[in-house]
């Protein structure tokens, strides 16, 4: 699992380093070039252009509380609302189980990539909401994973 392991943590810094000139160039052009682009699609694969999507239709929401707590959440192109967490792309929808977990085809769904390009970009809506209501945000729209060995 060291090998494993090690692999990740090159590719979360490659991501890092994507997501970092993303900002930048968005920060100074307000678009993302065709070589990041492309940079962008070699890193998470099939799930980017559908991310961009969710983006340019402005499906991505951050729900701040009272006591500080956050939680993401995105409108999926079915209709469905996916809840995300900012300290972890673990989404709910059926592409990560399969796409992301078993069958490793990219590190993470278009639901998360859509989070992490939008708070790069800085064009993530804020809206506030209740600790309570933040909470039942997570429950019902996310199955938290077990603990998987
Ligand atoms: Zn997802």
């Not at 959440?73 to 967490?85: D, E, I, P, T």
């Amino acid at each position: 699992m060291a090998a494993a392991s090690l692999g990740d943590q090159i590719l979360e810094s490659v991501e890092d380093q994507l997501l970092q000139l993303v900002r930048k160039e968005y920060q100074e052009k307000e678009k993302i070039s065709d070589e990041l682009l492309s940079s962008l699609h070699f890193v998470f694969g099939n799930p980017l252009l559908p991310a961009l999507d969710l983006l340019d239709h402005l499906k991505v929401t951050k729900f701040v509380s009272p006591s500080g707590r956050a939680a993401f959440q995105v409108k999926g192109s079915s209709g469905k609302f996916y809840a995300l967490l900012p300290s972890s792309q673990f989404c709910s929808c059926p592409y990560h189980e399969f796409g992301v977990l078993k069958r490793k085809d990219s590190p993470m769904c278009k639901h998360a990539l859509a989070v992490l390009l939008s708070c790069a970009m800085g064009t993530v809506k804020q809206a506030s909401l209740s600790d309570e209501h933040l909470g039942q945000l997570l429950l019902t729209n996310t199955d938290m994973p077990e603990d998987e060995t």
